[in-house]
């Protein structure tokens, strides 16, 4: 592999193989987890709604990332990648809660 590659890069190139593409998902479900407890901390500290649901906004929040870095590696231009990380912390943002 050379050096850069992305993982949603070895996604597109194995995701169809049965033997390795739920090897590359359970390398997302491990940054997602990762996300995710963090998110629950929050949760649980009473700075994010308790509504929220930590495990939909971390899946929410990673799939942005991994279609900016797409989109930023075709174009060769940042600029997707920039306005997904900001979607995806606007996004986690709004189920903050309001701290006086």
Do not use: F
């Not at 597109?12 to 739920?22: I, M, R, Y």
């Not at 491990?30 to 649901?53: F, I, V």
């Not at 899946?59 to 306005?83: C, F, K, N, P, Y």
């Amino acid at each position: 592999m050379r050096k850069g590659r992305t993982l949603g890069n070895l996604a597109g190139e194995v995701g169809d193989n049965p033997k390795l593409a739920p090897l590359v998902d359970q390398a997302y479900w491990t940054w997602e987890s990762h996300l995710e407890r963090g998110l629950k901390a929050l949760q649980d500290n009473g700075e994010l709604a308790p509504d929220a649901d930590p495990a939909r906004l971390a899946q929410a929040a990673m799939t942005s990332v991994q279609g900016g870095l797409l989109l930023a590696h075709i174009r060769h231009d940042l600029t997707a990648l920039e306005d997904a990380l900001g979607i995806a912390l606007t996004c986690l943002r709004s189920h903050a809660t309001r701290r006086e």
